[in-house]
């Protein structure tokens, strides 16, 4: 008796098929510290520090809370 063929494994899909516009809110916390302006200074400080060290935690913040409004956003709600 002839052993079975293996079956060839399926294939995962390339893309994703999620095309929800909450997506573009993700390039906000990418291009926003791009822009140099917001680093052309050293004022304001808060608790003495420079404004370069403080606005990236507050970049963080952002991306933070960019991240959790879009997955709130997008995520499947019982659809199974």
Not at 20 to 40: R, Y
């Amino acid at each position: 008796m002839a052993a079975p063929e293996p079956e060839a494994p399926t294939t995962a899909p390339t893309r994703a098929k999620d095309h929800s516009p909450w997506n573009w809110l993700l390039f906000i916390p990418i291009v926003v510290p791009l822009i140099p302006v917001f680093f052309n200074g050293d004022s304001p400080r808060v608790f003495g520090f420079p404004r370069f060290y403080w606005l990236q935690l507050a970049f963080i913040l952002l991306g933070v809370g960019t991240t959790t409004l879009v997955y709130q956003m997008t995520k499947k709600r019982g659809d199974s």
